[in-house]
């Protein structure tokens, strides 16, 4: 409805009158008001006890602070050496953007800023030569061919042309699913056209979220600011400038299409469910099991110098439930800037436990270097950082076995490797019944004793599949009949002559004491 404001839910008067009828008339206690009021007070309480009293309110400097944080949080996506930018090249920006960054997200997370700088107007301050052409809307998406026109035309006759892109408010926002992660039309057709007449190409990003980007290849860097907060103009400008150092890598991966998404076939759902089948293979988890190429992968990000990972080691190589490992390497700065790398710990369980992801972050650290420079980086772990979320537990578990610490720059680019050992007191349940199987019973250590006992009276040939013949033939048969075997369940050994259909409740039994 035009010129409606929405607002959040929150207190009504006639919600408020409710409460007290309520309370007058005994259907709510006034003890239960009580709590509900005293949550709130104990958080005003809380601020007011614990606020400074010297504290300078200074919005001057609480800018700075927010530009500089913009600047380690940029993500560099990819760079031919253009950036950063010298201050005396021709350069022209094209985009809305530019002017208008979008610097939050929609809906209710809309603030009022005590000001905004634009990458244009931090540009003008410091004298760049800049040129501006709007090229298209930073809230509309509408093809201009006027606008076009006279962004190639610019961009002809500059030496880089910057293309501010990104996603206007109306394309995400809380409350409502975004339906393609294509940026809109106008920005598409503009890059397209843009490349054509400039080899030297580069889109900067302003969005919230992961964008598809098939014109990466064209362009000759990119960098994602995402909704880089009230310094975001003047954070953009010292990244592309050289004045800062882009040191931010990326909390989520970048697909190269929506249809690789992880829960593409099963959202949204019909409207009133989701079925949320992907389970733990979010992410990185899921492109990695399924060995999928990725446009940019979870905790990529680069730099204008470059890093070097070497010497991991562990002060101990043996982990249990109450120790503590620290892994460390040490990370050289090869170039001739200063920079911040930011070094990432993932676990790799590697005992062939079921629905557990190839790797799993557990550990990061961002590093200041000056050039030349090495500096060692530790990250501890404990059992925690091992184990998955077991529900027949009810607690966190990882099994005895050995573990894979992997040390790189981003989870598809790993650059150091070592192992630990890793043993537990903690047993799982292991629930025992006429369906459980074979192959079940021989990986518990409870069970595997007394299940091998009882197929030793076996005459059908099961336990060939252990005997020793190296003959290819007999491989690929003991193969086979060890497959079959392992998946079978204890009913069924009654159907191949291990026991009769008379001692198979026997045999549940007999297991089920193992395990008490």
């Not at 207190?11 to 007290?20: E, F, L, M, T």
């Not at 002060?315 to 050289?332: A, E, R």
């Given at each position: 409805?035009?010129?409606?404001?929405l607002?959040?839910?929150?207190?009504?008067?006639?919600?408020?009158?409710?409460?007290?009828n309520?309370?007058?008339?005994?259907?709510?206690?006034?003890?239960?008001?009580?709590?509900?009021?005293?949550?709130?007070?104990?958080v005003?309480?809380?601020?007011?006890?614990?606020?400074?009293?010297?504290?300078?309110?200074?919005?001057d400097?609480?800018?700075?602070?927010?530009?500089?944080?913009?600047?380690?949080?940029?993500?560099?996506l990819?760079?031919?050496?253009?950036?950063?930018?010298?201050?005396?090249?021709?350069?022209?920006?094209?985009?809305?953007?530019?002017?208008?960054?979008?610097?939050?997200?929609?809906?209710?997370?809309?603030?009022?800023?005590?000001k905004?700088?634009?990458?244009?107007?931090?540009?003008?301050?410091?004298?760049?030569?800049?040129?501006?052409?709007?090229?298209?809307?930073?809230?509309?998406?509408?093809?201009?061919?006027?606008?076009?026109?006279?962004?190639?035309?610019?961009?002809?006759?500059?030496?880089?042309?910057?293309?501010?892109?990104?996603?206007?408010?109306?394309?995400?926002?809380e409350?409502?699913?975004?339906?393609?992660?294509?940026?809109?039309?106008?920005?598409?057709?503009?890059?397209?056209?843009?490349?054509?007449?400039?080899?030297?190409?580069?889109?900067?990003?302003?969005n919230?979220?992961?964008?598809?980007?098939?014109?990466?290849?064209?362009?000759?860097?990119?960098?994602?600011?995402?909704?880089?907060?009230?310094?975001?103009?003047?954070?953009?400008?010292?990244?592309?400038?050289?004045?800062?150092?882009?040191s931010?890598?990326?909390?989520?991966?970048?697909?190269?299409?929506?249809?690789?998404?992880?829960?593409?076939?099963n959202?949204?759902?019909?409207?009133?469910?989701?079925?949320?089948a992907?389970?733990?293979?979010?992410?990185?988890?899921?492109?990695?099991?399924?060995?999928?190429?990725?446009?940019?992968?979870?905790?990529?990000?680069?730099?204008?110098?470059?890093f070097?990972?070497?010497?991991?080691?562990?002060?101990?190589?043996?982990?249990?439930?109450?120790?503590?490992?620290?892994?460390?390497?040490?990370?050289?700065?090869?170039?001739?800037?200063?920079g911040?790398?930011?070094?990432?710990?993932?676990?790799?369980?590697?005992?062939?436990?079921?629905?557990?992801?190839?790797?799993?972050?557990?550990?990061?650290?961002?590093?200041?270097?000056?050039?030349?420079?090495?500096?060692?980086?530790?990250?501890?772990?404990?059992?925690?950082?091992?184990?998955?979320?077991?529900?027949?537990?009810?607690?966190?578990?990882?099994?005895?076995?050995?573990?894979?610490?992997?040390?790189?720059?981003?989870?598809?680019?790993?650059?150091?490797?070592?192992?630990?050992?890793?043993?537990?007191?903690?047993?799982?349940?292991?629930?025992?019944?006429?369906?459980?199987?074979?192959?079940?019973?021989?990986?518990?250590?409870?069970?595997?004793?007394?299940?091998?006992?009882?197929?030793?009276?076996?005459?059908?040939?099961?336990?060939?599949?252990?005997?020793?013949?190296?003959?290819?033939?007999?491989?690929?048969s003991?193969?086979?009949?060890?497959?079959?075997?392992?998946?079978?369940?204890?009913?069924?050994?009654?159907?191949?002559?291990?026991?009769?259909?008379?001692?198979?409740?026997?045999?549940?039994?007999?297991?089920?004491?193992?395990?008490?």
């Open positions: 409805i035009a010129g409606l404001e607002e959040m839910p929150g207190p009504s008067d006639q919600n408020a009158k409710r409460i007290v309520a309370v007058k008339a005994g259907e709510l206690e006034e003890s239960k008001l009580d709590t509900c009021v005293e949550r709130i007070l104990k005003i309480y809380s601020y007011v006890e614990h606020r400074d009293p010297n504290a300078v309110f200074d919005r400097a609480d800018h700075i602070i927010a530009t500089n944080m913009e600047t380690e949080c940029a993500v560099l990819q760079n031919n050496g253009i950036l950063p930018v010298s201050p005396d090249r021709k350069v022209c920006y094209i985009g809305e953007f530019a002017e208008k960054p979008r610097y939050q997200g929609g809906g209710s997370s809309h603030i009022n800023s005590s905004v700088t634009s990458a244009l107007d931090s540009a003008k301050a410091k004298g760049r030569n800049v040129t501006y052409v709007r090229g298209f809307s930073s809230t509309e998406d509408l093809v201009e061919n006027d606008e076009i026109a006279k962004a190639t035309k610019a961009a002809q006759e500059a030496e880089i042309a910057i293309i501010f892109a990104g996603l206007p408010d109306r394309f995400e926002s409350g409502y699913d975004r339906k393609t992660m294509a940026l809109p039309e106008c920005q598409l057709k503009m890059i397209q056209e843009v490349v054509k007449v400039q080899p030297n190409t580069v889109v900067v990003l302003h919230g979220s992961p964008v598809e980007c098939p014109w990466a290849d064209q362009v000759s860097a990119i960098l994602e600011m995402y909704l880089g907060g009230q310094g975001v103009g003047e954070a953009t400008d010292q990244l592309l400038y050289g004045e800062a150092n882009p931010g890598h990326l909390a989520e991966t970048f697909p190269y299409k929506l249809e690789d998404n992880p829960s593409y076939l959202f949204p759902g019909d409207g009133k469910t989701v079925d949320y992907e389970g733990i293979y979010v992410g990185y988890r899921y492109y990695d099991k399924k060995k999928m190429p990725v446009r940019w992968a979870f905790g990529h990000g680069l730099s204008y110098t470059s070097a990972m070497s010497n991991i080691r562990v002060d101990q190589n043996t982990l249990d439930d109450d120790g503590k490992v620290t892994v460390s390497v040490d990370v050289t700065n090869q170039g001739k800037v200063a911040k790398e930011v070094v990432q710990l993932y676990i790799k369980d590697k005992n062939g436990t079921l629905d557990r992801p190839e790797k799993e972050l557990k550990g990061f650290e961002k590093v200041s270097l000056n050039p030349g420079e090495t500096k060692t980086v530790s990250l501890c772990i404990d059992a925690r950082a091992l184990s998955y979320y077991s529900e027949s537990l009810q607690d966190w578990f990882a099994p005895s076995g050995t573990y894979e610490l992997l040390i790189g720059d981003s989870s598809d680019n790993i650059l150091q490797c070592t192992e630990i050992s890793f043993s537990t007191r903690k047993v799982l349940p292991l629930l025992i019944d006429r369906t459980t199987t074979i192959g079940e019973l021989l990986a518990d250590e409870r069970t595997a004793p007394c299940i091998r006992e009882i197929m030793s009276n076996d005459h059908s040939g099961f336990l060939g599949a252990n005997e020793k013949d190296d003959s290819p033939e007999k491989a690929v003991n193969e086979m009949l060890a497959a079959m075997v392992n998946g079978l369940p204890i009913k069924s050994m009654a159907s191949f002559g291990i026991i009769s259909g008379d001692e198979i409740d026997s045999v549940v039994e007999k297991l089920k004491a193992c395990v008490k």
